[in-house]
């Protein structure tokens, strides 16, 4: 199995979280935007955080006259306003983030993470090594509690178009058929094969690569 704690995520989609609250996730980078409680009410505050495995990316702000402000250090910000524009940025304090924008944070829901496990050549049958890591991946899919989970097949380019379609779909099953017998509800499982169409390292056909007999599970 490909590493069974590490996934690739998602970023997320814009989400209200009040009148004078917005957040949204930007390819690495969280960038919160915040109107300031001025009696004017006519300034935001667009601060620059981390994600959830510390990296941090970048943003552009506009400051007015066609120039922007590029902020790429954690926790950055600067404010804006209709009439000067961006102002000089600065780097705030944990807690004065916490007190921001901590309870939005706070109501987030985990981001989807996606886990790879290996197949034998032509077969259902689990690598040991996947096999192995299946229980911890288990584990953690009952404690996030997901609303939905994807589990699709995949193969090399050994073989016909429409066998390997067959085969990644059993694939996907086997792995489905181990979560229902860990009490994970078959309601949640969203089951599906790509055969040899998605290849995660690309190659021409006939080629037997072990890297391409996969299933993707994404958690949600």
């Known amino acids: 199995m490909g590493s069974p704690g590490q996934g690739t995520r998602s970023p997320g989609l814009p989400i209200g ?3 004078c609250l917005a957040l949204l996730l930007l390819s690495g980078a969280c960038a919160m ?3 300031i409680a001025t009696p ?24 007015g006259g066609g120039s922007e402000l590029l902020l ?19 780097v705030l304090e944990e807690d004065e983030v916490r007190a921001m924008v901590g309870p939005a944070l706070a109501s987030l829901p985990p981001r989807p993470e996606t886990y790879i496990f ?5 077969t259902a049958i689990l690598t040991p090594e996947s096999l192995a890591g299946i229980r911890s991946v288990i584990e953690e899919i009952g404690l ?3 609303v939905e989970i994807s589990i ?3 193969t090399d380019t050994m073989g016909t178009r429409e066998y390997n379609q067959r085969l990644g779909q059993k694939r996907a099953r086997k792995v489905a058929a181990l979560l229902v017998d860990a009490g994970i ?8 094969s790509h055969g040899e169409g998605n290849p995660l390292v690309p190659t021409g056909d006939e080629v037997p690569e072990p890297r391409n007999r996969r299933v993707e599970l994404t958690v949600r």
């Open 17 to 19: 979280v009040s009148a």
């Open 152 to 154: 699709v097949g995949h």
């Open 40 to 63: 004017s009410r006519s300034a935001d505050v667009i601060v620059l955080l981390p994600d959830d495995r510390g990296k941090t990316g970048a943003i552009s702000v506009s400051t």
């Open 185 to 192: 509800a078959p309601s949640i499982l969203e089951i599906s």
């Open 72 to 90: 790429s250090k954690p926790r950055e910000a600067v404010t804006v306003t209709k009439s000067a524009g961006a102002g000089t940025p600065r």
């Open 118 to 122: 290996h197949f034998v050549h032509d």
């Open 144 to 146: 996030r509690k997901p």
């Open 33 to 35: 935007l915040r109107d």
